[in-house]
């Protein structure tokens, strides 16, 4: 257990038997009576957010959660072969495992893999990872102010990412794995 | 860093020479107690000799040594020094901060609602700030400071009774809906307690339903210090303390000793006097414009 005052960002809990990670808190310690935790929580398994407010009499309950690091070996379909570096085991996980990580993966790439009472249940890339624009509408010259963008599919795994209208196919571009989001157009042969 | 130190030093030699120019001593009484208060929602650091002995606990308030003082006749006294409250860390929480707290004998908790109005328009002037900027907006410090009941409060913003409500709501409605607004454009006092939350203060003569002398002040969302027309009955201090360790134990909490030397000194004779608790930190905070505690503090708790 997890007492009250114990809570701070990235604690793993368990709530209702679901594991959550905590994402943001809030202490408010009013003069007249208990204090509060207003505390925000990411679901491990289906990444949905929760808020959730503890009392200082409450404690949370731990979740059995330990991250590992693997590296991606490569891909087989729908089943994903990942290499533990320590043992060089081999660990495979499906596409529901993986949820949107499986868009950026590359061969050798280096994640975490989470594990829950030792079952894996998630992957987290890297923040960035770059990517070269496989196929998108011929650059054009861009009324920046608007932030017009259009779409871009990005090699190898051809996820569809909103890109500034300059871009042109062939570009390496940076991407944040954990929004999906376009972050700027690098030199890179 | 130099023009927080400087701040911060020239706020404590005002603050003294407020008070030493109307009279008061200043004390310094022990931070390592047997008994830190019986307050239910308090929790202080217990501390080991070298040994791994119990010593004792470090105080979360200098309120009950005051009161000593106070009994022997000290006449109008203050102290700055430190408090220690566990498991109190946030935007607006150190577990170590300063205090000032003090004691008028012979007088009421309107005297020391006067003495806090001063006291921050002094220290403002000091310091060269006219209003208060919070990243809510200006927060106006004319005197006098508007005094609204907690009652008023709860049922303008719940359209329900203070007292008709049950702790846990109260609690929670002050905490995240109700705090967070006062004093949001002028500085104010909130007064009139519940009875049964009335602490050290004491009740209300002839009030209906039955209130404590107790306030806080507020400005721009923060609680800034709370103060009592201070208990003197002897039996009646014995009474709550009684009644909060019972609560304590039910809440499977740490319970303190009866701090049996206030309870014999106040029953030899208290006189009626106002007493006020504030954060100095927190004032700091709020003169200079800042968002969290631990930017007016040295070195606060998460740099240790």
């Known amino acids: 257990m997890y007492d009250f005052a114990e809570i701070k960002k990235n604690l793993k809990v368990l709530i209702d038997n679901v594991p959550y990670t905590v994402v943001d808190f809030q202490f408010v310690k009013p003069g007249k009576g208990q204090a509060f935790n207003r505390t925000k929580l990411r679901n491990l398994i289906t990444g949905a957010m929760l808020e959730r407010t503890f009392k200082s009499n409450e404690s949370l309950v731990k979740a059995d959660i330990e991250a590992r690091d693997f590296e991606f070996s490569y891909a087989d379909g729908d089943k994903y072969v990942f290499m533990d570096k320590l043992n060089f085991e081999q660990l495979f996980l499906g596409a529901d495992q993986l949820a949107d990580a499986r868009f950026f993966l590359q061969d050798n790439m280096p994640v975490s893999v989470l594990f829950w009472n030792e079952k894996p249940i998630g992957v987290t890339p890297p923040s960035h990872v770059e990517m070269q624009v496989a196929q998108c509408d011929p650059g054009a010259r861009g009324d920046t102010a608007t932030n017009v963008s259009k779409p871009a599919k990005m090699a190898p795994t051809m996820v569809e990412v909103a890109v500034p209208i300059f871009i042109n196919e062939g570009d390496w571009l940076k991407i944040d794995t954990r929004t999906g989001e376009y972050v700027e157009r690098i030199n890179r042969k | ?304």
């Open chain 2, 1 to 304: 860093m130099r023009n927080l130190l400087e701040a911060r030093s020239r706020l404590l030699q005002e603050i003294r020479l407020f008070f030493l120019t109307r009279s008061f001593l200043e004390v310094d009484t022990p931070l390592l107690v047997q008994n830190p208060g019986s307050d239910v929602h308090l929790d202080a650091f217990a501390v080991a000799s070298h040994n791994g002995a119990h010593a004792g606990h470090l105080i979360t308030s200098p309120e009950y040594q005051m009161k000593r003082l106070l009994c022997a006749g000290s006449g109008p006294i203050f102290q700055l020094g430190k408090c220690f409250r566990s498991g109190e860390l946030g935007r607006m929480h150190e577990p170590e901060f300063t205090m000032l707290e003090w004691y008028r004998p012979n007088a009421g908790w309107n005297d020391v609602m006067n003495d806090t109005e001063e006291l921050v328009a002094t220290l403002a002037a000091s310091l060269g700030v006219q209003e208060l900027h919070t990243a809510k907006g200006s927060v106006s410090l004319t005197r006098p400071w508007p005094r609204v009941s907690v009652d008023e409060v709860f049922r303008r913003h719940t359209g329900k009774s203070c007292f008709e409500v049950s702790d846990e709501e109260f609690f929670e409605r002050f905490a995240f809906e109700i705090d967070p607004h006062l004093g949001s454009e002028e500085a104010m006092f909130l007064v009139d307690w519940p009875a049964h939350m009335a602490s050290l203060a004491r009740i209300r003569e002839r009030s209906a339903p039955p209130v404590a002398e107790r306030f806080e002040a507020y400005i721009g969302g923060a609680e800034l210090c709370n103060g009592f027309g201070e208990l003197v009955d002897a039996d009646e201090l014995a009474r709550r303390c009684e009644s909060d360790r019972q609560t304590r134990e039910r809440l499977g909490k740490t319970v303190y000793p009866d701090d049996i030397e206030l309870i014999e000194a106040q029953r030899k004779g208290m006189p009626e006097s106002g007493g006020n608790a504030l954060g100095v930190d927190r004032l700091l905070m709020l003169l200079l414009g800042k968002e969290k505690l631990a930017d007016v503090i040295p070195l606060p708790h998460a740099v240790r």
